[in-house]
C-alpha cells in the first residue's frame, strides 16, 4: 500500500511528482522519495528520499534540487523494512532506480541467492531485491530496459507494480502489474504513470488502466502494453470524470465502503509469504518463539481488536491446545494481573499507538512475560515496545470503524494458531493442510459477501429506522456478534448488544418484542441447531430474525425473516465471512440515516488517552 508516480515528458518532473505523491499522502505515509534525470544531459539520475512526511522530502529537496524532465516519485507504507531513509524508494542499482507497491513474496530466497553472488545491500527492503535483478540483466546484455525487467520479473513472486527507470535509456519508463494497481495518464508530448488515479487527475482525465499480469513501456509520445512474455495488447484509453475527492475514495462513497470492499486483497497481503504449504506450516517472518516453554497465552487489546483477540482465544485453543485468557487492555494493569514466565502476552492494535494496550504491555513485561504484537503499523510504538512484532499489511485505513484491520487480524490469530498448533503437535499436519488450503481461497470467497452489497442495502433500508438491534452468536461467532454491535453503534448511533446466544435466556430475551431486530449468526457447525433453537425462541416472541448463514442451507429461511449467505469454508475461518455482512449493513444504515461515516462523532482512529 505504498503511492506510486511517474513522469516523463518536457516539463520538470519534480514539481509534478511531489503534486501527485500530495494527491496519495491521504493514506498516511511513512516515507518518500523521488529519482529524477535530465535526458538531454543523460548523466545519473538524481535521487532525493526520506523518512517522514512528503514535508520532511519538500525540504530535503531544497537544499538538493533534483532538475529533470523523467523521473519517479514514491511514499511508502513499510511492510518489509522499518520506515527509515534507507529503505525510502527509489532503489538505485547501478543505473537502475526501481519503485514498488506490494510485497515480494519469494525476497528471502532472491536476496540470498544475490548476495551470495555478490550483490550489496544497502536497505531492508524486498523492493531493492528487484533494482538488483533489473540491473544484473543490463550487465548480462539484455536489449533494452523493456526486456531487462521481463527477465527480472520472470524471477519474482508477490504483488507488485513496479516502475524502473535507467540512466542509460533515459527517455524510458517501465512499468509493470500483479495484484497491486497501475494506471497511465496520457498527455500531449507527456505521460503519467501512477498507482492511483488521484495522482495524476491535476495533470489529465485521460487514463489506460493496467491489468493484471502486464508490463507498459512509457515514453513521452507512446505507451506500449505487453503480456509478460512481451506480447502486444491494445486498450483505449478511458475519461475518467470523478471529482479529485471521489477519486481518494477510489469512486466509493466512504473511505469505509472502500475499506470494506478492500478486504479480499488485504487479506490475500496478509497471507504472502507466511503460508508455507509445501510444509503445511506457518512462516511468521522468522519470529522464533519458544514454542514448548509457552504455558499460557494472554491476549491484551481494546474494542474490535479485542473481538479480534476473543475468536483468537478460540483458535489458540482449539489449534494449539495452549490454554488462553483474553483482557481487555484498559482493564489489565489495575488488577495486579498474574502473569510472567511461561506466558506469553499477545499484544492486538491497528494503529499500534493504543495507550491503554501500550500500558498493559509494560505490566506483562515488568512482570517478565515475552510480548508478541500484532498490528497493522510497522514501527508503531506497540511492536517496537514488543519482544516480536507481526503485521497485519492492511495497508491504511482511514475509516474510523475498523474493517479490513479486523479481519487482518482474524488471518493473524490463524497463522499465529497454526504456527502454534504444529509445534504443539496439538494440529496435524493433515488438517493444517487443509486450513492453509482454505486461507488461501478465503479473499475469493470474501469477494463473493461483499459482492451482496445490493442486497445489504436493501436489509438496511428494511431494519435500518429500528431504535436497537441484538446480534447473536455462539462459539467463535460470539465475538463476531460483539463486533456487529460495536460496528452498529459507532458509526449509525443506534444502540445494539452482542451476546452469546446461549444467554439470551438469561436476561435480553425481555428485550424481544416485533420492534427488536435480531441478527444471528448461524453459520454451519457445532452450534447450527442450538443457535437455531435460540432464533426460535425470538420468533416466538415476534422478534425479527436476520440470518447470517451458510450458502447451501435451505432450512434457515424457514427459520427467519431474512437471509444473508455466506460461502462454506472451515469452521475456524468462518468469523472472516460472517463479520462482512455486519459491517456492510452497519454502513449501508449508518449512511441512510446520514452520520458521518468515516468519523464518527466523539470517536478517533488511534486512542492514545487512557
Ligand atoms: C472500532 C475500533 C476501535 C479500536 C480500539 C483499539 O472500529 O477501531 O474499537 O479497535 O480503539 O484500537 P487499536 O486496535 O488501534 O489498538
Same mark, same amino acid.
Given at each position: 500500500m505504498c503511492g506510486i508516480i511517474g513522469y516523463i515528458g518536457a516539463r520538470q518532473a519534480t514539481?509534478?511528482?511531489?503534486?501527485?505523491?500530495?494527491?496519495?499522502? #491521504?493514506r498516511g505515509y511513512d516515507s518518500a522519495g523521488v $529519482?529524477?534525470?535530465?535526458?538531454?544531459?543523460?548523466?545519473? $539520475?538524481?535521487?532525493?528520499?526520506?523518512?517522514?512526511?512528503?514535508?520532511?522530502?519538500?525540504?530535503?529537496?531544497?537544499?538538493?534540487?533534483?532538475?529533470?524532465?523523467?523521473?519517479?516519485?514514491?511514499?511508502?507504507w513499510a511492510t518489509h523494512g522499518r520506515p527509515s531513509d534507507e529503505n525510502s524508494h527509489p532503489h538505485k542499482v547501478g543505473p537502475i532506480s526501481v519503485i514498488h507497491n506490494g510485497i515480494i513474496e519469494n525476497h528471502l530466497q532472491l536476496r540470498q541467492e544475490l548476495v551470495a553472488s555478490g550483490s550489496h545491500f544497502s536497505s531492508e527492503t524486498d523492493t531493492e531485491i528487484f533494482a538488483h535483478l533489473v540491473e544484473r540483466q543490463i550487465v548480462d546484455g539484455a536489449e533494452n530496459l523493456t526486456v531487462a525487467v521481463r527477465k527480472a520479473l520472470a524471477k519474482v513472486r508477490g504483488s507488485y507494480a513496479f516502475v524502473v527507470m535507467s540512466d542509460k535509456e533515459p527517455g524510458t519508463l517501465v512499468a509493470a502489474k500483479n495484484s497491486s494497481p497501475l494506471v497511465i495518464g496520457l498527455g500531449e508530448g507527456e505521460n503519467f504513470i501512477a498507482s492511483d488515479v488521484t495522482a495524476i487527475l491535476a495533470e489529465t482525465r485521460k487514463v489506460i488502466f493496467i491489468e493484471e499480469g502486464e508490463m507498459v513501456?512509457?515514453?513521452?509520445?507512446k505507451v506500449e502494453i505487453t503480456d509478460l512474455e512481451g506480447k502486444p495488447k491494445q486498450r483505449e484509453p478511458k475519461i475518467i470524470t470523478w471529482s479529485a475527492t471521489q477519486a481518494e475514495k477510489?469512486?466509493?462513497?466512504? #473511505?469505509?465502503?472502500?475499506?470494506?470492499?478492500?478486504?479480499?486483497?488485504?487479506?490475500?497481503?496478509?497471507?504472502?509469504?507466511r503460508v508455507d504449504l509445501e510444509n503445511d506450516d506457518v512462516n511468521l517472518d522468522g519470529v522464533n518463539l519458544d514454542v514448548k516453554n509457552i504455558k499460557r497465552i494472554v491476549f491484551i487489546a481494546c474494542g474490535t481488536s479485542y473481538h479480534a483477540s476473543m475468536v483468537g482465544e478460540f483458535l489458540v485453543e482449539a489449534l494449539?491446545?495452549?490454554?488462553?485468557?483474553?483482557?481487555?487492555?484498559s482493564e489489565f494493569r489495575y488488577r495486579d494481573p498474574i502473569v510472567g514466565p511461561g506466558d506469553l502476552v499477545v499484544a492486538v492494535s491497528q494503529s499500534g499507538e493504543t495507550l491503554d494496550t501500550m500500558e498493559a504491555i509494560r505490566e506483562a513485561k515488568k512482570k517478565g512475560a515475552q510480548v508478541f504484537a500484532i498490528s497493522n503499523v510497522i514501527e508503531a510504538s506497540i511492536p517496537r515496545l514488543a519482544d516480536h512484532a507481526f503485521y497485519t499489511h492492511a495497508g491504511p485505513e482511514i475509516g474510523v470503524a475498523s474493517t479490513k484491520a479486523f479481519t487482518t487480524q482474524l488471518v493473524a490469530m490463524?497463522?499465529?494458531?497454526?504456527?502454534?498448533?504444529?509445534?504443539?503437535?496439538?494440529?496435524?499436519?493433515?488438517?493444517?493442510?487443509?486450513?492453509?488450503?482454505?486461507l488461501v481461497q478465503l479473499p475469493n470467497k470474501m469477494k463473493e459477501v461483499t459482492d451482496q452489497g445490493a442486497h445489504l442495502q436493501v436489509l438496511a433500508r428494511r431494519y435500518g429506522g429500528a431504535h436497537g438491534f441484538l446480534f447473536l452468536g455462539r462459539g467463535s461467532q460470539y465475538p463476531i456478534a460483539l463486533e456487529g454491535a460495536l460496528k452498529l453503534k459507532e458509526i449509525s448511533y443506534i444502540h445494539a448488544e452482542g451476546y452469546a446466544a446461549g444467554e439470551m435466556k438469561h436476561g435480553p430475551i425481555a428485550l424481544i418484542d416485533d420492534q427488536l431486530p435480531v441478527v444471528v449468526l448461524v453459520p454451519t457447525g457445532p452450534s447450527y441447531e442450538k443457535t437455531v433453537s435460540n432464533l426460535a425462541e425470538v420468533r416466538a416472541r415476534q422478534g425479527k430474525v436476520l440470518a447470517v448463514a451458510t450458502r447451501g442451507d435451505h432450512d434457515i429461511g424457514g427459520h427467519s425473516d431474512?437471509?444473508?449467505?455466506?460461502?462454506?469454508?472451515?469452521?475456524?475461518?468462518?468469523?472472516?465471512?460472517?463479520?462482512?455482512p455486519l459491517q456492510m449493513l452497519s454502513y449501508y444504515v449508518a449512511d441512510q440515516r446520514g452520520t458521518d461515516v468515516d468519523q464518527p462523532r466523539n470517536l478517533a482512529k488511534s486512542v492514545t488517552v487512557e
Open positions: 514539481p509534478l511528482l511531489i503534486g501527485g505523491l500530495r494527491k496519495l499522502e #491521504y $529519482s529524477v534525470l535530465d535526458p538531454a544531459l543523460g548523466g545519473p $539520475s538524481r535521487v532525493v528520499r526520506c523518512r517522514g512526511k512528503l514535508g520532511n522530502l519538500e525540504e530535503k529537496l531544497k537544499a538538493e534540487p533534483a532538475h529533470g524532465t523523467v523521473g519517479i516519485g514514491h511514499t511508502r513501456t512509457v515514453t513521452k509520445d477510489g469512486g466509493f462513497k466512504h #473511505y469505509m465502503l472502500k475499506e470494506i470492499h478492500e478486504q479480499p486483497r488485504a487479506v490475500a497481503d496478509t497471507l504472502v509469504g494449539a491446545r495452549i490454554p488462553v485468557e483474553v483482557d481487555l487492555a490463524t497463522l499465529l494458531a497454526i504456527h502454534l498448533g504444529r509445534r504443539t503437535g496439538a494440529l496435524s499436519r493433515e488438517r493444517a493442510r487443509v486450513l492453509l488450503n482454505e431474512d437471509v444473508v449467505l455466506v460461502p462454506e469454508t472451515a469452521l475456524e475461518l468462518q468469523p472472516i465471512l460472517t463479520v462482512l
